[in-house]
């Protein structure tokens, strides 16, 4: 039982490292195609303190926050996870989490 935050992770628009027929032979070297396919991007402008820190992988929040109630102990066993039955309801609005 507990409080957490739940997050999606998505990755976009992978088909534009696919070229068909690119002249010159490299891979895509745009700003925004480079956000969209290297896994990281860091970059800093030439002049000035501009600059572009970027993963591949968004993490977008998902509502929030939220209860979990599990019915009895998740424990590891042999190096997996017991069944469990699990609760997600959203918190009471303005209430601080209660403690375990």
């Known amino acids: 039982t507990g409080e957490v935050c739940l997050l999606v992770a998505a990755e976009f628009d992978a088909q534009w490292a696919k070229q068909q027929r690119p002249d010159p032979q490299i891979k895509p070297r745009s700003h925004a195609a480079r956000i969209r396919l290297d896994s990281r991007y860091d970059v800093k402008a030439s002049d000035g303190p501009m600059m572009i820190q970027t993963r591949r992988t968004k993490l977008f929040v ?25 609760a997600v309801v959203p918190s009471p609005a303005n209430e601080p989490p209660q403690p375990p």
Do not use: R
């Open 62 to 86: 998902v509502g929030g926050p939220i209860q979990i109630k599990a019915a009895h102990a998740v424990t590891p066993q042999d190096g997996a996870m017991e069944a469990a039955t699990v």
